[in-house]
């Protein structure tokens, strides 16, 4: 069974830091480029980022780049996204995503 499990997800103050961890299972990780998506209270889910397979290229959605840094570990399973100067419209559940398949998501926080 393909899992994708969040986690790392909490409260923050605007300019804090956090890192969020997928731990994938059920599938051959390495074969797969990844994403992270949010949804922000009331709105639609937005694509973050995306890192291809290998984990030789990355892209970022222009709301987060400079300040996200998305990275796989191929032989752990697992996918991050550490999150720098985050800011209050960064508040949002945090979802690790492959093609079909979404985990349950961690929410993230943002506020003074």
């Known amino acids: 069974e393909v899992q994708l499990v969040e986690s790392g997800g909490g409260f923050v103050q605007p300019g804090g830091s956090l890192r969020l961890s997928c731990a994938a299972s059920g599938f051959t990780f390495s074969s797969y480029p990844m994403d992270w998506v949010r949804q922000a209270p009331g709105k639609g889910l937005e694509w973050v980022s995306r890192i291809t397979a290998d984990g030789s290229s990355t892209t970022y959605s222009d709301s987060v780049k400079g300040r996200f840094t998305i990275s796989r570990d191929n032989t752990k399973n697992t996918l991050y996204l550490q999150m720098n100067t985050l800011k209050a419209e960064d508040t949002a559940v945090y979802y690790c995503?492959?093609?079909?398949?979404r985990g349950q998501g961690t929410q993230v926080i943002v506020s003074s």
């Open positions: 995503n492959r093609v079909g398949k």
